[in-house]
């Protein structure tokens, strides 16, 4: 007579969670269709036990709830994110600070820029640099709490000129007892829209640029 052997459960399990395409009624059917084929050419001789079959049927039902567990989780997700945009549109029109390192400087007057200092510092300081990256101006913000601070440029030179109009970056770093504290750049920005793709809520700053709604640090 022909046998097949036992089927695995938790080879089932674990290939069903894997396969996310499945739903959970077709992980279900195909699961019993396997178990049915299993009994009926099993041994006469060494049949299945209780304990073997009530185990393997706890399995798929396992199985189907997690899979009905991940649909209503997914679709909850979707639902949260959906929300957080709409209650993000009321950025629409605000300027905000977000992570950046673009400064522009028009008739003399240097864009609004800041630093996001994690923990006290010692000593915050910051480096204004030209588009070839030639440090035009050092500022020495001295001891920071921790928090958002912004960064005063008067768009002069660290001899006292202005600079010319243009397209700059900048660099900050905070130490404390000689350690470094991980300072954030900052940069202003007027929220004109607002997106979403894969990686959550974008606010939409113009000129291409954007940033995560979660990594607003300040709403003015």
Same mark, same amino acid.
């Given at each position: 007579?022909?046998?097949?052997s036992n ?118 300081? #910051? @480096? ?7 440090? =035009? ?5 001295? $001891?920071? %709490? /921790?928090? +958002? ?6 768009g002069k ?24 504290v991980s ?7 007027? #929220? @004109? ?7 959550? =809520? ?5 000129? $291409?640029? %954007? /940033?995560? +709604? ?7």
């Amino acid at each position: 007579m022909t046998t097949t052997s036992n089927v695995n459960s938790n080879s089932a399990v674990n290939d069903a969670l894997k396969g996310g395409s499945s739903s959970a009624a077709d992980l279900q059917n195909n699961f019993l269709k396997m178990l049915v084929t299993q009994m009926n050419n099993q041994d006469p001789l060494n049949p299945m036990d209780n304990a073997q079959l009530t185990s393997q049927l706890a399995q798929i039902s396992t199985v189907s709830g997690l899979q009905t567990m991940n649909e209503t989780l997914t679709a909850l997700l979707s639902q949260t994110a959906a929300s957080r945009a709409m209650d993000s549109a009321n950025l629409i029109g605000k300027t905000v600070m977000v992570p950046g390192n673009a400064i522009t400087v028009a008739d003399g007057v240097a864009t609004k820029i800041g630093v996001d200092v994690p923990s006290t510092a010692d000593s915050v300081t #910051v @480096q204004v640099l030209d588009k070839n990256g030639n440090v =035009v101006r050092n500022i020495d913000m001295k $001891g920071q %709490t /921790a928090g +958002v601070h912004d960064i005063a440029w008067d768009g002069k030179n660290d001899q006292g000129n202005a600079v010319p109009n243009g397209e700059y970056t900048f660099k900050v770093s905070g130490t404390a007892e000689g350690k470094d504290v991980s300072a954030i750049a900052l940069v202003y920005g007027k #929220v @004109q829209s607002i997106s979403g793709d894969s990686t959550g =809520v974008l606010v939409e700053l113009g000129d $291409g640029k %954007t /940033a995560n +709604v979660d990594d607003v640090r300040r709403i003015s």
